[in-house]
């Protein structure tokens, strides 16, 4: 049975070293990539529920999607989906919807959803 630092059980999809890099809390999955694009499944020290991670490299930062139930994964790579045939209009127009939503739940933190 492998464990990090503080002696939590990681679940059997962990892949990190934790004896190597007793930094390392949280548990992560295999990577699955394909060029700019990828996915894991992780679980946070933090946390006791697992996330599954989706990420989209762009040219100088990360976009970053997480879905924290086998319904949501789904929702998720649904939404993936119907983005790869979306007009790029509309998913740029999403992008500013989504930060306008946030700036209305959090608006302290406008600036940081920039």
Not at 13 to 23: M, Y
Not at 33 to 55: C, F, K, N, Y
Not at 88 to 110: G, I, N, S, T
Request: negative net charge; aromatic residues 6%.
């Amino acid at each position: 049975m492998k464990t990090n630092r503080d002696g939590r059980t990681c679940p059997p999809w962990c892949v990190r070293d934790h004896q190597a890099d007793s930094n390392l809390l949280g548990c992560v999955g295999a990577k699955h990539s394909t060029g700019q694009a990828g996915a894991e499944a992780m679980l946070p020290s933090t946390r006791t529920i697992p996330d599954v991670a989706a990420w989209l490299h762009g040219p100088a930062d990360l976009g970053i999607a997480f879905a924290d139930s086998p319904y949501r994964a789904g929702k998720l790579a649904k939404f993936i989906e119907f983005a790869a045939d979306a007009p790029k209009d509309d998913l740029r127009a999403l992008a500013a919807h989504v930060r306008e939503a946030a700036a209305e739940v959090w608006p302290e933190q406008e600036a940081e959803a920039c």
